[in-house]
């Protein structure tokens, strides 16, 4: 008889870990999930007051033409406006860099030439809403980031760990506009100006 409990003990001792396993590891994943979503969504979305320059219809996806980074201050704050021309929300929106080419001869590790998006940092707005016939304007994050291998102008820096962009340079990305509701899928795209500055 005593064999027989003792057996039957081990038996849910073991189940019980097993259960408890699976558990802590939903919780894992769940907490990893929310951390996630909270980094790809870290913008803010801007009051038709702090707006200068809404989108419209005729003009559907609008950001500041021009932003100025230095090597002391690498990011910058962007604008971006958004309007919906459709007949109803655009709940599921998301605004990325789709390419950065550079106006200087920079090679990003074994990249293509002056194609420098790689270097480029960019909080990507995801999920964001836009109502049926109206403009939502956004606030996010652009600049540079550093690099480990780049050439430029034909020398290469190895294991550098630096920004490859100088005083001077001027990079050319376009943002992507993409969502959609039952009508129409939204996909627009226009460019921003990104200027390197000397540190000040």
């Given at each position: ?58 003009r559907p996806l609008v950001a500041d033409r021009e ?113 959609g509701g039952p009508t129409p899928t939204l996909s ?13």
């Amino acid at each position: 008889m005593n064999k027989k409990g003792g057996m039957e003990l081990s038996i849910n001792a073991i189940v019980i870990l097993i259960i408890a396993m699976v558990v802590l590891g939903i919780g894992i994943l769940f907490i990893r999930g929310m951390f996630a979503k909270a980094q790809t969504t870290t913008f803010k979305a801007l009051t038709s007051q702090e707006t200068t320059n809404p989108a419209s219809a005729d003009r559907p996806l609008v950001a500041d033409r021009e932003v100025t980074i230095s090597t002391t201050s690498p990011t910058a704050t962007l604008a971006i406006s958004v309007y919906n021309t459709g007949t109803s929300s655009i709940n599921d929106l998301s605004i990325s860099v789709d390419k950065c080419i550079a106006t200087e001869d920079i090679v990003i590790g074994s990249g293509s030439p002056q194609d420098v998006t790689s270097a480029i940092s960019f909080t990507q707005i995801t999920g964001a809403s836009v109502p049926s016939n109206q403009f939502s304007s956004f606030s996010t994050v652009i600049g540079m980031k550093k690099v480990q291998s780049y050439s430029r102008g034909g020398t290469s820096y190895q294991n550098a760990n630096d920004y490859p962009f100088r005083p001077g340079d001027a990079i050319t990305c376009t943002i992507k506009a993409t969502g959609g509701g039952p009508t129409p899928t939204l996909s627009l795209s226009t460019t921003v100006i990104i200027k390197v500055q000397a540190a000040g």
